[in-house]
């Protein structure tokens, strides 16, 4: 009997697991978790396997949407219609001058652009959709280097110098705390 190597015993392993989903007495919320978990197992190991992540943004974009397809069928539709929408440039902007702040006080760039995507997920934001990285916060840093070379729009432009101007004006000892704390990138707790 042929060894498979450990690189296709996984994809099959996962693939095994997602045959079983098809069964008729297994519950259709635990068959799309279980695919979603399946196909990340699957991308993991293209990935792995040198598969540029350009080829795999379409494995991506349907594990999103399997994720995304959850959280709306187990009731958060109705009551946060704003949870996995993807993000308005005007909400990038705001994260990217976050980014910078952070930058500013001392953190890496890659730390800082993983902090504000927890942030933003956690507030139920999506990362961006456009970026050749499976990671959101390289895609957010992709968008903020688009930004910082113009290539985005002007009311994008024109809410980053806005927003970085409100941080500029808090104390210079307050501004990371108050930025973080006080939700100041999101525009939802902004009074209208």
């Not at 994260?95 to 930058?103: C, E, N, Q, S, T």
């Not at 006080?105 to 990285?133: F, I, N, Y």
């Amino acid at each position: 009997m042929e060894t498979l190597s450990p690189s296709v015993d996984r994809i099959g392993a996962a693939l095994r697991a997602l045959r079983r989903t098809h069964v008729p007495e297994v519950d259709r919320e635990d068959a799309i978790s279980l695919g979603a978990k399946c196909l990340r197992v699957i991308i993991a190991q293209l990935a792995d396997e040198g598969v540029p992540p350009e080829d795999l943004q379409p494995l991506v974009a349907l594990e999103a949407s399997l994720v995304q397809f959850m959280a709306q069928t187990s009731g958060e539709g109705a009551a946060n219609r704003r949870k996995q929408r993807p993000p308005s440039e005007i909400l990038l902007a705001r994260g990217a001058a976050v980014i910078d702040l952070l930058v500013k006080a001392g953190s890496d760039e890659g730390e800082a652009a993983q902090l504000v995507m927890r942030r933003l997920m956690t507030a139920g934001v999506p990362p961006p959709k456009q970026g050749g990285d499976a990671r959101g916060w390289r895609r957010l840093l992709e968008w903020r280097t688009a930004l910082g070379h113009g290539l985005v729009s002007g009311e994008a432009l024109l809410e980053y110098q806005d927003f970085s101007r409100q941080v500029e004006a808090i104390p210079a000892n307050e501004r990371v705390k108050r930025v973080l704390d006080d939700h100041l990138w999101d525009r939802r707790s902004k009074p209208r």
